[in-house]
């Protein structure tokens, strides 16, 4: 674009008719398409050209003053604005169907938190009226978080629900006998199964107790992103047996 600008400028020999004005939509695209480093270069270079066009001799440089007496300086504008848009609207989709990307993913990420708060509903709803108690929790840098502990947690484990997080969660508490099994479950939960398992856990006072947990994998965009579920108190049960 620059060079067909600067031969419009050097045929016509004129540096103030309004085609120089072009140079300016080319400044700002060298700056978009190759930084500001090169849209200097190019500052500098459009000076310098222009510097040296007044100073030439026109008619003896290049004798052909006139060469397109039968197009007006604003077609000439036109056809130059015409050059410089394309680039322009070629920016302008891209930055469209990036917009778009951006808004479906936000659609997704607040289905997905509608979703769990719609979960954690529905764990307060089992809680009230169940001896045990329901769970929702969340993976992060961290690892996996608990966000909701409701219903007979306390009664079952020993613990509150800050005492648990301090105590570092689930895994802290899993009988070490159990812990392969609480892996395979894991393992599959991430592989987005849900899961119907019965483990020891080690209660605050130090007994074993059995229960039985519920796990349902919480997706987004296909990412298990949480696990929520229940879980049961079967220690009576299973030492009956």
């Known amino acids: 674009f620059w060079v067909i600008i600067s031969a419009i400028e050097f045929v016509t020999g004129n540096v103030t008719n309004i085609v120089t004005s072009l140079y300016i939509p080319i ?5 978009l398409f190759l930084g500001r480093r090169a849209s200097l270069i190019n500052l500098a ?49 891209d930055l469209s169907n990036a917009l778009a990307d951006v808004q479906e993913q936000l ?16 764990f307060r709803l089992i809680s009230s009226v169940a001896s045990d108690y329901t769970f929702s929790s969340h993976f992060s840098a961290k690892g996996l978080e608990h966000v909701v502990l409701s219903g007979a947690f306390e009664r079952i484990t020993g613990y509150t629900p800050d005492a648990f997080v301090k105590k570092g969660g689930w895994a802290a508490i899993i009988h070490p006998d159990d812990a ?14 849900s899961v119907m398992t019965e483990v020891r856990i080690i209660r605050k006072d130090g007994r074993p107790c059995w229960v039985r947990v519920y796990g349902y994998p ?24």
């Open 27 to 31: 400044i700002v695209l060298t700056l």
């Open 45 to 93: 270079l459009t000076m310098a050209y222009m510097i040296i066009l007044t100073q030439i001799d026109h008619a003896t440089m290049f004798p052909l003053d006139g060469l397109l007496p039968g197009i007006s300086a604003w077609m000439v504008l036109a056809f130059g604005f015409v050059l410089v848009l394309i680039p322009l609207f070629s920016i302008y989709n």
């Open 107 to 122: 659609q997704e990420r607040q289905k997905a938190q509608q979703s769990l708060r719609d979960s954690e509903e529905r």
């Open 180 to 193: 392969a099994q609480d892996a395979q479950d894991m393992a599959a939960l991430r592989d987005q199964k």
């Open 218 to 241: 919480l997706l987004e965009q296909g990412q298990l992103i949480g696990i929520y579920g229940a879980v049961q108190d079967i220690n009576e049960r299973r030492l009956a047996k």
